[in-house]
């Protein structure tokens, strides 16, 4: 039995499958986020010293106030995911924007701080917002708002990665790491589309497969059906939502690319190019998606932003100092997100 007293008929799924007990699961993701995040502090601490504190400082100066400016467009951007989120709930579902938006900063904050990332992120906003909607009409709407955002993600990804390709010399290696990254993600966009035109019912036929016969949790395999219909359906539906829900997920990336225009002039005292700014914003993306286990992604977001600025011919420091910049409001958001979680109790 676990440690906690829950007997093997709670979780009989996981028994029978032979996984490790849920009890087990909290502590072994509490060490891999605790390891993943003293890792992270020192290459952070390395990289700044390396990078030099004092330039890095001054950049910061320069930013002042403007931070304020760089915290409310990541409000602002979090507003259009709440938004996009609530326009895919199915009527006569609906819940009001501002536990919507609250429902996503705290979302977003768990995913920061934990391993998981989206994989408890996701479940927690609608877990939030269990007194205005119920559990499956949430996140049968989280689904499809995160199926938008997704393939714009890959989209923004590999329109940046062409613009980096077809506008700065680049060192053959990454060239030929760029061409392919470009290919497979077109690829899997490709597939992503072909799933939603042909519809197969990928999710409740591979429930239907593996979940042993009379298991309690076959009767779960039609509900999965359900929801995959009603994801596959939504644009031929409902096509205003549709047109309002890509508005939503474009003018989110649109922001990301202005925030890294606004903080990079008020850092070096001359605006970049839009080019240069859709191209960080870009690496931004996908260095969000690749190490998204790493809480806060302390020490990356550094490293890496510094490496891209230095192959756009601009050095390190200013990629230094644009992703602490980044990582204040990231820190300043995350912390709302967790007051929020603490006072409204969420297990």
Known sequence: MPASGRTQEAYPADYMMGVVPPDARPRRVTATGFISTLLGLVLFAWFVRRVGPA?????????????????????????????????????????????????????????????????????AKAAFVRGHVPLTPALTALA????FY???????????????????????????????????????????????LRR?????????????????LQSKVESAGDIEREIYTFASRRPAAFFRVVCAELGFHVLGVTEVFITWWLMIGV???????????????LVTVVFKFVPLRIGVDEVSTAWFTTILGFGPTPGTTLAIARRIRVVFWTAVGTILLIRRGLR
């Open 271 to 285: 605006p970049p190019s839009l080019l240069t700014s859709f191209v960080l914003e870009g690496a931004n993306r």
């Open 150 to 196: 997704t393939m714009t993600v890959a989209a923004m990804i590999a329109t940046a990665t062409i613009a980096l390709l077809l506008s700065f010399d680049l060192p053959d290696a990454l060239r030929e790491a760029s061409e392919v990254a470009v290919a497979g993600i077109v690829v899997a966009l490709g597939i992503a589309l072909w799933i939603l």
């Open 200 to 216: 197969p019912a990928l999710v409740s036929r591979s429930l239907a497969a593996v979940l042993p016969a009379g298991s309690a």
């Open 144 to 147: 499809i708002e995160n199926l």
């Open 55 to 123: 330039e890095i400082w001054q950049g910061l100066a320069q930013i002042g106030w403007g931070l304020v400016v760089i915290v409310m467009l990541a409000g602002a951007r979090f507003a259009l995911r709440a938004i996009a989120w609530r326009v895919c709930l199915e009527p006569p579902h609906s819940m009001p924007f501002r536990d919507a938006f609250l429902a996503v900063v705290s979302g977003d904050a768990f995913g920061n701080l934990t391993p998981l990332g989206p994989i408890i992120g996701e479940p």
